[in-house]
C-alpha cells in the first residue's frame, strides 16, 4: 500500500520571523545597522550626526541626528516592514533623490535587537519614545528636535548569526569605514563619534573648498592630497569633480576608492573600468589609483534599485559615462610630467644594466603595446604616457612619443587628404562644442576645408554644435579638443604640414590606440614621411649624464 505524504500547508509567516529573514538580507552586521541609520538622518536633513558605539556596535548602537523628526503618530508605522515617506508610486523609485527607500531596515534592526526610537519635530513641543519593551505604546518624552535610534545587542535573539560577528577591534573598523564614507559623500554635515565612550572622529560641516580638502585629507591622509590633483568638469547634464592621485602615489589595494553617483556611493563595473582605463598606461599591474570623486547626473538616468546594498547602478547611457569619465580623468593627468620623472628614468636604465631589477612605480611596462624591433631596439618602459625608454644593445633611446606620434599621425592624414581619400568614424554619441564668437567666424570660413580633413562638425538650428565624425587616423586623440584646437589655428590650405603638426602636439591622446611599431619604424626610415618633419626632434640618444638634460630642455 502506497502511502501518500501529506503536503505541508502554504501559511503566511509571523510578522517577527518575516523581519528577521529580511534583517539576514539586510543586516549583516553593526556597520550595516549604521548605514542604514546614517542615510534616514541624511535623508531627514540632518546637518549633524553623532554616533555612540559599544564593543565595535555589537553591544550597543546609538545614532542621534538634528533632521526634521518623525510625528508621534508615524512612530509605529517607522518601525513597520515596507513603511516609507520616501516613495509613493513606481515614478518615484525611478527618480531617486533618497539614500533609503525600501522601508525595511528599521523593522529589520528592530526584530533582531533591543531598541528604541526617539523623535521630534519642529512644529511638536514633546518628543514621541516607542521602545521594543513597549512597540505599540508611544511615551512623551523630552528631546531636542531629530531622531535618535537606539541598537543594543545586535542579533541578541538570533544567536546563530551573533557567532559569525568577528572580533571587536574588526567590526569598530568596519563602522568607521562606513561612516567616513558618508562623511566623503556629504561635506556639509557634521559626523562626530564616540566609541567605548572615546570620541575618535570628528569631521565638523564644511562648506567651502578648503574645508572639504580637509576632511578628505583626514580620511585619506595628507599625504594623499599633497600629491592629488583637483578636477570639475561639468558637461550637459553631468558633472564630475573631486579629488584623483597623481600617477607617482598609488597603492596595492583599492580601499582608499570612493565615487559618489549623485551623493551615493557606488561600485559599478561601467564607473570602475572607466577609471582603470583613464590610469592603464601611467599605472603598472597591481598599483591602484586614489581618488574621491563625484558625480552629479539626472536622477532618471540611472536605475539604483538594482542590488540590495544599492552599491551597483544600471545606466540608461553607460557608453556615454564610460567615456565622459575616461575622457575627464585623462585630461587631469595630462600634465604630470615633471623634472623629477628624468632621475627616475636614469636610475632605472642604470639598475637595467646591471641587475635588471623591476620598474619604478610610475613607470609602465611596454610589453602591452606589442612594438616590433626598429633600430631603437626593443621599449624597456613608458613613462607617463610620453616617453618611451628603447635598448639596442648597449644604446638607449628616449623618444619623446607625443611628437613622434603627430608627425607620423600628420603625415598620413594630410597624405590622404592631398588624394581626397580620408576615411572617417561617426561618433558613437556626437559630442557638443561651446564655441566662441571666433571659433564659429572660423569655422564658417573653413568649413569645407574642415569636411577635407575628415572631421564633420555641424551647426545646429538650437545654436548648438555637433561634432559628429572625426578621422580615423586621429581615432586616438580626444575628438572634441582636436576639433577646438583646429579651429583655434585657423588652418590655411598652404600652411597645414606645420599647422597640423602643431595642433596634434597640442592634444591630448590615448598611446594605447597608437600603433607605437609603425611610429618607431617611420622614425627609423629615411624615406618615410616624417623625415620631412625634423623627426630628429623626436628622439635622442642616451647615457646617464645627458637623460636629466634632455628632460630639462623639453619640459
Known sequence: MTVV????????????????????????????????????????????VDIELVHGGMDGIMITDNGSGIRADELSLAVARHATSKIESIDDLLALNSLGFRGEALASMCSVSQWAVISRTADSGQAAKLTHQFPEQVLEVNHAIGTCVTINNLFHNTPARRKFLRAEKT??????????????????????V???????????????????????AQVCSQKFINQSLTLDYPHNDLRLWGWISQPDFSRQSTDLQYFYINGRIIRDRVINHAIRFAYQSILPPGRHAVYVLHLQIDPASVDVNVHPTKHEVRFSESRLIHDFISRSLRDALGGTVTDGVAEIAATYIAQEKSVGMNVPHIMQIAGQYNVDES????????????????????????????????????GHWLNSCTEHAVKSQPLLIPQRLNLTEKQKTTFKQGKSLLLNLGIQLTAEASGDYLL????????????????????????????????????????????????????????????????????????????????????????
Open 5 to 48: 505524504q501529506q503536503r505541508p500547508i502554504i501559511k503566511t509567516l509571523p510578522s517577527l520571523l518575516a523581519n528577521q529573514i529580511a534583517a539576514g538580507e539586510v543586516i549583516e552586521r553593526p556597520a550595516s545597522v549604521v548605514k542604514e541609520l546614517l542615510e534616514n538622518a541624511l535623508d531627514a536633513g540632518a546637518s549633524r
Open 171 to 192: 567590526e569598530y573598523r568596519h563602522c568607521d569605514a562606513v561612516i567616513k564614507r558618508m562623511a566623503l559623500a556629504r561635506f556639509d554635515v557634521g559626523f562626530y
Open 375 to 410: 633600430m631603437f631596439g626593443h621599449m624597456l618602459c613608458v613613462v607617463h604616457n610620453r616617453f618611451a625608454i628603447t635598448q639596442q644593445q648597449d644604446k638607449y633611446y628616449l623618444i619623446d612619443l607625443v611628437k613622434a606620434a603627430a608627425a607620423w599621425v600628420a
Open 468 to 555: 559628429r565624425y572625426v578621422p580615423n587616423l586621429c581615432r586616438a586623440y580626444a575628438s572634441d579638443e582636436l576639433c577646438i584646437n583646429l579651429l583655434n589655428a585657423n588652418l590655411h590650405k598652404h600652411d597645414l604640414d606645420d599647422q597640423v603638426v602643431n595642433v596634434l602636439t597640442k592634444t591630448r591622446f590615448d598611446l594605447s590606440k597608437l600603433d607605437l611599431s609603425d611610429i618607431l619604424l617611420a622614425l627609423s626610415e629615411k624615406n618615410s614621411l616624417m623625415a620631412s618633419r625634423e623627426s630628429a626632434c623626436c628622439w635622442r640618444e642616451l647615457n646617464e649624464s645627458s637623460l636629466q638634460d634632455w628632460f630639462r630642455s623639453t619640459s
Open 194 to 216: 564616540n566609541h567605548n565612550a572615546k570620541q575618535t572622529l570628528r569631521l565638523p560641516a564644511v562648506s567651502d573648498d578648503i574645508g572639504r580638502t580637509r576632511r578628505v
